[in-house]
């Protein structure tokens, strides 16, 4: 059996305050295995930032255990293990890319500055000053940061905020490189379309615990539901009475509906009445993880 | 560590602005306060007026060095560098070991360049006693990176720059850097943070003796010197690293 890439049991972090206790993480159990690519999905205030700081060592649990490796956080880091791009993680300004990447490979073992700002796609803006480079362009530097090491395991925490859709591209296309050396990597998102996309297994977590976990095709099965959308006609009525319809919203003429049963509802729509312009799309993560996250635990 | 320490100083000496005011500012006081004193080449234990004022002034620029070293911990910090940072296997104890190193290395300049300009215009020490001052001045200095170390890290801000080195006027002050002091001031002196520094830098010279403006004052015994900087190094490096573990949490 290989050693789990990240194990969490019972982890609990508590902050007290004024206003009393928050739980920003109220029991979490479970496994990633090595090789895995896990998206950690959750709104803002969720749990899943906590949860990667307890797994980078930077906050104690207040209960409950994490190892990483079989070893715990900071011992994971100290092996150079462990690679984040996290959103708070700070850059000096009046250092070059090449600068600020040797500044802190001197604190790693012997690491290779050229191959990580290579594989981050940082070779190009390595004599730019930090002060002139853009959101994505210092992202990018984070990134060669994280990737110092030769990590095994990599996290990422909200990788992509800020980020305009070009630069997400690129990025995630660095990243499908990392993935496909066999790297372990976990993100933290509330970009549905991100775990949709990238992650084999999506993770939600809402008020500090795990609401589903699963295949993000598992987690889209949740939701059963997919949406139809039409040029609705008023000759035919209210779309209240339509079949197979679960809700629906009416915007100017186009009516937009949930419903579990697609071809059905198609079927109805083009044989009995004059609706026209349709089109399907599939059961979205987004719809599954409102529901999920509105009705609380859901079996898996 | 080592190697981080090198390439933080490299990237201190990169900015220039802030090494000049180091270096100009205490040049230009010495240059001043020798010229206005009317004894300045007056004997004064084992050298003269002017040499007196050459050690406080290049102490002024010493500490003036550390704690702007300290400053850039300060907005380093806040920032959250300390995260970027805490992503490698280095410790927290360890980047501020790399901090004072960096803080005295720097802090040699303004004192090798205080020193030059004095000697060169009429500044007096006997022997080789000069030397020995250099050496308390610098090593003296590694206090106040605690101490500007400490106030960045504690407020985190540029704000805390500033403050730490105003602060650090006032307590050259009572450190007896600038004027003489003499009477309740010069008691209450003996405490504050910079006063056994002084004493102590001034040692090769003057042995203790309290230049004061008012009657005969006794002079100051080492061990005392010693225990107000000693007491002052703990006080400040203390808070300093306790002040360090805080930054990587975000609450």
């Keep these: ?300 | 560590m080592l190697r981080y320490a090198v390439h933080d100083f490299r990237r201190n000496m990169r900015m220039v602005e802030s090494v000049f005011f180091m270096i100009v500012l205490p040049t230009a006081l010495y240059l001043m306060f020798s010229g206005m004193n009317g004894d300045a080449n007056a004997p004064a234990g084992q050298g003269n007026v002017a040499a007196y004022i050459m050690t406080s002034m290049a102490l002024y620029g010493a500490v003036l060095a550390t704690s702007g070293i300290a400053g850039s911990a300060a907005v380093e910090r806040a920032k959250g560098w300390g995260r970027t940072l805490a992503l490698t296997p280095a410790a927290a104890s360890s980047y501020v070991a790399s901090k004072v190193l960096v803080a005295l290395a720097i802090s040699v300049l303004p004192v090798a360049v205080v020193m030059t300009v004095g000697f060169l215009t009429g500044a007096e020490i006997s022997g080789l006693r000069w030397l020995t001052t250099a050496v308390i001045v610098v090593l003296g200095s590694a206090a106040f990176a605690f101490y500007g170390l400490a106030a960045g890290l504690l407020f985190r801000s540029e704000a805390a720059v500033s403050v730490s080195s105003g602060l650090l006027v006032v307590l050259s002050f009572f450190g007896n850097l600038f004027v003489p002091l003499s009477g309740i001031m010069l008691d209450i002196a003996r405490f504050t943070p910079l006063y056994g520094l002084a004493g102590l830098a001034r040692w090769p010279q003057l042995e203790g003796t309290v230049a004061a403006n008012g009657p005969g004052v006794p002079p100051d015994e080492m061990w005392f010197l010693v225990l107000n900087l000693f007491a002052w190094t703990v006080i400040f490096g203390g808070i300093a690293i306790l002040a360090a573990r805080r930054g990587t949490s975000r609450m």
Aim: hydrophobic residues 40%; negative net charge; aromatic residues 4%.
């Design chain 1, 1 to 300: 059996m290989t050693t789990a890439a990240i194990a969490l049991r019972n982890l609990r972090k508590t902050f007290r305050s004024a206003e009393g206790d928050l739980r920003a993480v109220d029991g979490i159990t479970l496994t990633v295995e090595p090789g895995e690519v896990v998206a950690f999905l959750g709104r803002n205030g969720a749990g899943k930032t906590t949860t990667l700081d307890m797994v980078l060592g930077f906050t104690q649990p207040t209960s409950g255990s994490v190892e990483v490796f079989g070893l715990t956080p900071r011992h994971a880091i100290e092996q150079g293990l462990v690679g984040a791009v996290l959103q708070s993680g700070a850059l000096l300004d009046d250092l070059t890319v090449r600068q600020t990447m040797e500044m802190v490979a001197a604190l790693h073992g012997p690491v290779d500055v050229d191959d990580a700002l290579r594989r981050a796609g940082a070779e190009s803006i390595a004599s730019r000053k930090v002060s002139k480079c853009s959101g994505g362009e210092q992202q990018r530097l984070r990134f060669a940061l994280a990737l110092l090491p030769n990590p095994e395991l990599l996290i990422l925490d909200e990788p992509t905020a800020g980020m305009d859709v070009n630069a997400r591209r690129d990025f995630w296309a660095t990243m499908r490189a990392e993935t496909k050396r066999g790297r372990t990597v976990v993100f933290a998102t509330h970009y549905l379309d991100e775990a949709e996309e990238f992650a084999d297994r999506t993770i939600v977590i809402d008020g500090g615990t795990i609401v589903a976990d699963g295949t993000t095709a598992d987690i889209q099965g949740h939701a059963g539901t997919s949406t139809l959308s039409c040029r609705w006609d008023m000759v035919d009525g209210d779309p209240a009475a339509l079949p197979h319809v679960l809700t629906h919203t009416m915007d100017s003429g186009h009516l937009t509906c949930q419903t579990a049963n697609t071809d059905a509802l198609a079927r109805h729509l083009l044989t009995r009445t004059s609706a026209s312009q349709l089109a399907i799309s599939p059961a979205r993560l987004e719809d599954a993880f409102v529901t999920l996250t509105a009705s609380g635990k859901a079996q898996t």
